[in-house]
Structures are given as C-alpha cells and as structure tokens.
C-alpha cells in the first residue's frame, strides 16, 4: 500500500503537478494585492495551470528529441510520450474552451506571452548544439514562468505602487533562485552536464543564492502597506526555504529530495489564507 503511494505521489511529482500547483499558489497571492481584497479570477488561475502544465511536458519531450533521457523525469517522459501528446491536445482544448471567459486584459497579455513562448522554443531548437544553450534557457525560463504568474494577475489592476512590481520582481528571483538550486544539484550529481551553476561555480551560486533571501528581508522593510508586508514576509520564508535545501545537500540529494521540496516552496502562498 505504501508503495502504490509513494508511486502515485512520485507519477504527479514526474508529471509536475507540483510545479502546476506552486504556480496557481503564487498567481493567487499576486491577484489578492495590493490590499488583500483583490479577487483572483477563476479561469485565469485554471488557463495559468493548464499552460503551465502543457510547456513543462513540452520542454521535456523536446529535450528528449534532442538527446537520451538523463534523469528519472526525462525517462518518464520518453515511456509515456504517446499519452503525454494526447494529453497536451486535451489541454490545449480545455484551455482554448477557457480563453472565452477570461478578462480581455488577461487575453491581451495571454497572446503576447504566447509568441514570446513561440520564440523561446524557436530559439532553443536553433540553440540546442550551442555551448550556452542551457544557460540562456535556464534564464529565460525563469521569466517567462514569472511573467506568467505576476503579469496574468497585474493586467487587470488599474493601478500599482513601486511596491508591488518589486515583490513581482522578487519573485522572478525566487523562480530563478530556484532553478540554480536546481541546477548546482543536478551538477553534482552530473558532473558531465552544462548548466548556470556548473558555470558560475559554488562560490558565485552561493553569493547569488543568499542575495535573493538578503533582498527579501530588506523588502519586507520598504512598504507600510500591511498586505503587501505580508506578501514579502512569504517570499522571505519561500526564500529561507531554497537556502535550507541548497545548503543541506548531503541529506537531499537522495531520490531528488530536494525537487519535491523545491516546488513545494512555491505553495507557500497559499499561507495567506490563514493570516
């Protein structure tokens, strides 16, 4: 019984729902700003999930094309291609379906993105034999996820302070803190592959990795706005979270420990609820 659990929850972790979570999580804290009154607009968090979940399967099957599955995550994907294909068509239907009742504000940004999204693929099968391939997507991942999460909730706000954009800007560091954690263990335990961190190195890793949390704490001091303390008081811990798991490397470098609790920083979030 315990098996067939670890295997369901290890099927949704390959398949990144966990990822599709943290992504609704953080969208939603977003659309509550700047007083904590703001209501988030159903099928744009569910068109936000649904693209999210599409270009985190794409990404893995394009990279499957370009090379042998490296990873247990890549591996999956090569063995379920077919219904992962079938799947994306589905998802791409529902989300077309959802595009209808979505503000016109959220559509506007929705088709920007998407030709944005259309040359980052177009740029990465062009990159693919470039020896800054890896590096170049690894930043423009993080963006693109970012812009996705904050700008889908900000399009719709007639207007922001200085404060707001920075804890949108704070979380495109999280993002970014994150996928160099990622990174460095994935360096570790490849030493072969080409990365940002392989490149940047520990000590380089390290500065960039304690500067995101340093930046939080300091934000949380820049707004008397009481929601918006909040907001930077949560990317502070999402932040302390990614310093934990960088540093404690020995202990979760194991069965990929330190993804499960890497995506799982980006619920946080959902903390607000409570307070």
Known sequence: MIEVKNNFLKTLHYLSLDVVLGAVASSWMFWK?????GVANLPSLLILGICTWIIYILDRLLDNLKSEPED???????????????????????ATILVFFLPRKVIYLGIALSILILIYFYILQKKS???NYQYFKEIFTSAIYSLCVV?????????????????????????HQSILIFSF???????????LAKKLGKTNCTYLILGVF????????????????KVFLIESLMAFCSVLIYFFEAKLAKNECYRWLGEMVFWLPFMLIFF
């Open 185 to 195: 263990y994935e360096s570790q335990a490849y030493p072969t592959t080409k990365n």
């Open 129 to 131: 034999k470039s020896a």
């Open 151 to 175: 700008g889908s909730a900000f399009s719709t706000k007639p207007t922001l302070d200085w404060q707001a954009y920075l804890a949108g800007f704070i979380f495109f560091l999280l993002v």
């Open 72 to 94: 247990a995550r890549h591996q999956f994907h090569f063995q379920h291609q077919y219904y992962l294909q079938v799947g994306i068509i589905i998802l791409f239907l529902i």
């Open 214 to 229: 340093v930046l939080t704490v300091i934000a949380h001091f820049l707004t008397s706005n009481l929601f918006l303390q």
């Open 33 to 37: 700003i700047p007083d904590g009154n």
